[in-house]
């Protein structure tokens, strides 16, 4: 099972690579190929921050997009401007995604998309090599800018987990005689609820499907920096031993 965890910066009205709403992609000739994001409603400069004399701003939003291209949970990690995230979330909804493809199969992709507000320009989104929580760091240093993500070590106190539901073992999996590792990556939010999981690898495909159902379920107690409620990213490994005979 293959999940792509990738970055996309926005920087000041149309999303790259976009394609236009009468646009498409011919199916036979995707190998590798990154998510891809059809802007169907524009991005618009809040008139509140014109007037207040605010002519530029960021906003970070991460997304998961399933295999059929559907958006299937969002989240905002960071602002300058609170009007900003609203005109995002705003909009988001309503786009269209391509999902990618590895190997010239669909998978699902976590993808963060930066969103650069000019009053002089227009929004798109590039492609950005720098890892999410190594550029969160640079962004916190940005006056003004509000980032909602910590790694673990940050944190005021060890994430505490309040209830963990083990994920099936193989033999209750029709996977007999069989063992393997799954390792699993997901944000817990600053209510504590596990969101976005994405396989980083896994030997059987029902092991997958076990781990995510299980952890979907996980709770911990509300992490913190620095007094305040943030996102964290965690990333897990299961190990699945068959019951001895």
Same mark, same amino acid.
């Given at each position: 099972?293959?999940?792509?965890?990738?970055?996309?910066?926005?920087?000041?009205?149309?999303?790259?690579?976009?394609?236009?709403?009468?646009?498409?992609?011919?199916?036979?000739?995707?190998?590798?190929?990154?998510?891809?994001? +059809?802007?169907?409603?524009?991005?618009?400069?809040?008139?509140?921050?014109?007037?207040?004399?605010?002519?530029? @701003?960021?906003?970070?939003?991460?997304?998961?997009?399933?295999?059929?291209?559907?958006?299937?949970?969002?989240?905002? +990690?960071?602002?300058?401007?609170?009007?900003?995230?609203?005109?995002?979330?705003?909009?988001?909804?309503?786009?269209?995604?391509?999902?990618?493809?590895?190997?010239?199969?669909?998978?699902?992709?976590?993808?963060?998309?930066?969103?650069?507000?000019?009053?002089?320009?227009?929004?798109?989104?590039?492609?950005?090599?720098?890892?999410?929580?190594?550029?969160?760091?640079?962004?916190?240093?940005?006056?003004?800018?509000?980032?909602?993500?910590?790694?673990?070590?940050?944190?005021?106190?060890?994430?505490?987990?309040? @209830?963990?539901?083990?994920?099936?073992?193989?033999?209750?999996?029709?996977?007999?005689?069989?063992?393997?590792?799954?390792?699993?990556?997901?944000?817990?939010?600053?209510?504590?609820?596990?969101?976005?999981?994405?396989? +980083?690898?896994?030997?059987?495909?029902?092991?997958?499907?076990?781990?995510?159902?299980?952890?979907?379920?996980?709770?911990?107690? +509300?992490?913190?920096?620095?007094?305040?409620?943030?996102?964290?990213?965690?990333?897990?490994?299961?190990?699945?031993?068959?019951?001895?005979?």
């Amino acid at each position: 099972m293959h999940i792509m965890l990738s970055s996309l910066l926005v920087v000041a009205g149309l999303l790259a690579p976009v394609l236009g709403a009468d646009q498409s992609v011919k199916e036979g000739s995707k190998t590798d190929e990154p998510l891809q994001i +059809i802007r169907t409603v524009n991005v618009s400069y809040p008139p509140k921050l014109l007037q207040d004399f605010v002519d530029a @701003g960021e906003v970070s939003i991460m997304v998961l997009v399933s295999a059929e291209g559907q958006l299937m949970d969002w989240m905002v +990690i960071g602002y300058s401007q609170a009007l900003f995230a609203q005109e995002v979330l705003e909009v988001l909804p309503r786009w269209k995604f391509i999902p990618a493809y590895h190997h010239g199969k669909a998978i699902p992709t976590r993808v963060e998309l930066k969103f650069s507000f000019k009053n002089s320009a227009f929004i798109r989104v590039l492609p950005s090599d720098t890892g999410i929580l190594a550029r969160q760091k640079i962004d916190m240093k940005t006056a003004g800018y509000s980032s909602f993500i910590c790694w673990p070590d940050e944190l005021d106190q060890p994430l505490d987990a309040k @209830g963990e539901i083990a994920p099936m073992p193989p033999d209750q999996l029709g996977a007999k005689g069989k063992g393997g590792q799954v390792v699993v990556e997901y944000l817990v939010d600053a209510e504590g609820k596990v969101r976005m999981p994405i396989i +980083i690898s896994a030997e059987e495909e029902a092991f997958a499907n076990s781990v995510l159902l299980a952890i979907s379920q996980w709770r911990y107690e +509300i992490p913190r920096h620095q007094g305040l409620p943030v996102i964290t990213r965690v990333r897990h490994q299961f190990t699945f031993t068959p019951v001895s005979r």
